[in-house]
């Protein structure tokens, strides 16, 4: 809220929380289910409360708060990723209708939970895909050199076309999964960042650590996407981080 009021030029008519999935760690893998500070069904009691907290806060700044849902591949049931029901049996679609349930009556605040694995929504014309994304890291590879820059622009490439023929222009794409904050919507996607930060899987791949960060963006009339800008969630003495 603090850095949307930051952007001076800008009156908002509403804000957009987009929820990619990758709410819960999982026990997708063996390492997990041993690492994890909680299990999933304590993750998603510490998590509702928190959610409902955060659209409370937005609607109370921004007046309207659309909220659109896509599920991640940790939040599975299944230890293989699945197509068939993969909403239905994922935690991030269960964390979200029950946060839906806590604005029933409130005015002001919608949401888009899907069956599919992905969501849709439209700012001033301008159409956006919501998707976590770990189909196209099992397509393309992001670990090359070029980074998630060849798979995020392949699998925006993709659903172009594919959302196309069913009638619908597609302008941005967003993107999770791969950890990486990567805002280029003047090629049409937006890869975020994640609340997580660098960990043994990324050490081990070599990968670039990037801070805990989330993407914040401004869509406006006639122009689309203007600036988009990392949330940086780090807090170095709560985290006793060395300085």
């Known amino acids: 809220v603090e850095l949307a009021r930051s952007w001076s030029a800008y009156r908002y008519d509403g804000a957009v929380l987009a929820v990619m999935g990758d709410l819960v760690s999982g026990d997708i893998h063996t390492e997990l289910a041993e690492t994890n500070e909680l299990s999933t069904y304590q993750t998603i009691e510490w998590l509702i409360p928190r959610l409902a907290a955060g659209v409370e806060a937005w609607r109370k700044a921004f007046g309207k708060v659309h909220v659109v849902s896509a599920p991640g591949n940790h939040g599975r049931d299944s230890k293989i ?19 839906a349930r806590e604005f029933t009556k409130v005015p002001g605040v919608s949401f888009e939970i899907p069956d599919a694995l992905d969501a849709w929504f439209e700012v001033y014309g301008f159409g956006f895909s919501v998707e976590h994304g770990d189909e ?24 172009k076309v594919a959302l196309a023929a069913d009638g619908k ?48 963006m401004a869509c406006v009339p006639n122009h689309g996407i203007l600036p988009v800008q990392p949330v940086l969630v780090a807090d170095r003495k709560a985290e006793a981080w060395q300085s």
């Not at 699945?82 to 239905?88: D, E, I, M, N, T």
């Not at 990486?180 to 003047?186: D, E, F, I, M, Y």
């Not at 070599?206 to 801070?211: A, F, I, M, T, V």
């Open 169 to 216: 222009t597609m302008h941005y794409a967003l993107w999770g999964h791969f950890h990486s904050l990567t805002p280029v919507p003047s090629r049409g996607f937006v890869g975020n960042g994640s609340p997580k930060g660098v960990d043994e899987y990324a050490r081990g791949l070599k990968l670039r650590p990037e801070p805990p960060q989330q993407a914040l």
């Open 136 to 159: 196209l890291a099992r397509s393309f590879s992001g670990t090359a050199e070029i980074g998630v820059l060849g798979p995020l622009q392949r699998g925006t490439n993709r659903k």
């Open 81 to 99: 990723p699945r197509y068939k029901g993969r909403s239905a049996h994922n935690a991030d679609t269960l964390v979200m209708r029950l946060v």
